[in-house]
């Protein structure tokens, strides 16, 4: 019989787009009845990045989806799947957001979809691609984590509209058959009894769009917060504990602890309870707030850009999101140092 070599999920490249327009604190002090010392104090937020009005989530998308493929070394051609993760579609129905990313940069003839986890949704999109390249469907696939939040979030609710912001992250999963490059292990979970902790209830089959939907605002975000903090703190340190535990990796040992970008207590947190230093966790959420489905790979690329991911450095993900969904994933960055 003929006998083949294994093939892996490699991470090849990242890339991100950030819009220039920036929200800050004290925009918001004169739009809600908040402080900036609130806002900082309670989330480690200072700013965020608000697309313009006709910047559409496929706009931003194809940015960083185009970086990631220029940092990847390959051409578009070899591009096999186009997958994206969003909250934000730029059409809530038809077609999909990987759809009008996929022509925008002029990706042809390619399998093409969204996925729907929130702020897990990269990570659930790491799982996604790993299955299609260990199975031999695919070899290079494109992932896109991409979100125009401003674009469901009511500017009057103090309690969620200091939190969100707009951008995208991409990135080229390659097969491999070197095991040193290989994603090591990723866990993606859901609970749908949770489902109303953090909902946008239209427009969709239950509320289609109506006079009603406007006038009751059902079209914005609507978020449990405190439920969800506590709830996101204890789901992500035993998430965390398990996949290092399986795979017997020492917390310790971990150079980039990159969690979703919510909240800076709750990535606080975590780090403590993980026994994490400062210098092993990455933060962001102080510059773009919670960029949901993005926030993990514009982390990753801003690590990138910095200096401070190296070729072969072990990435810890860790995210958690409306569903409710959660995932983490350990994998080595198995692209080229910038
Ligand atoms: O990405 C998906 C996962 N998302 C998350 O993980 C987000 C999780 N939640 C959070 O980050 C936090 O719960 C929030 C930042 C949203 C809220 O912080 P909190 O410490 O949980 O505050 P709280 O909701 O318990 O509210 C405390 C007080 C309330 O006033 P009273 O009832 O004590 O008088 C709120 O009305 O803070 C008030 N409040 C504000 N005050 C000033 C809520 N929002 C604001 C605000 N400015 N923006």
Known sequence: MLQTKPVYASFRSIGAYVPQKTLSNADLEKMVDTTDEWILKRTGIKERHIADEEEATSDMGAKAAELAIKRAGIDKEEIDLVLCATVTPDYFNMPSTACIISDKIGIKNVQAFDISAACSGFVYLLSVAKAFIESGMKKNVLLIGAEKFSSIVDYTDRSTCILFGDGAGAAVISATQNKEEA????????????????????????????????????????????????????TLTKDVKEILK??????????????????????????????????????????YGNTSAASIPMAINDIYESGRLQTGDLMLLDTFGGGLTWASALLPFAGETL
């Open 183 to 234: 994603f090591i292990d990723i866990h993606a979970s859901a609970d749908g009894s949770y489902a109303d902790f953090l909902v946008t209830p239209a427009p969709g089959s239950i509320n289609p769009a109506s006079q009603k939907v406007i006038d009751e605002g059902l079209n914005f975000v609507q978020m449990k917060g405190n439920e969800t903090f506590k709830l996101a703190v204890k």
């Open 246 to 287: 399986k795979n017997e990796v020492k917390a310790e040992h971990i150079p980039h602890f990159i969690p979703h970008q919510a909240n800076y207590r709750i990535i606080k947190a975590v780090g403590d309870a993980l026994k994490m230093r400062e210098d092993q966790v990455v933060i962001t959420v102080d510059k």
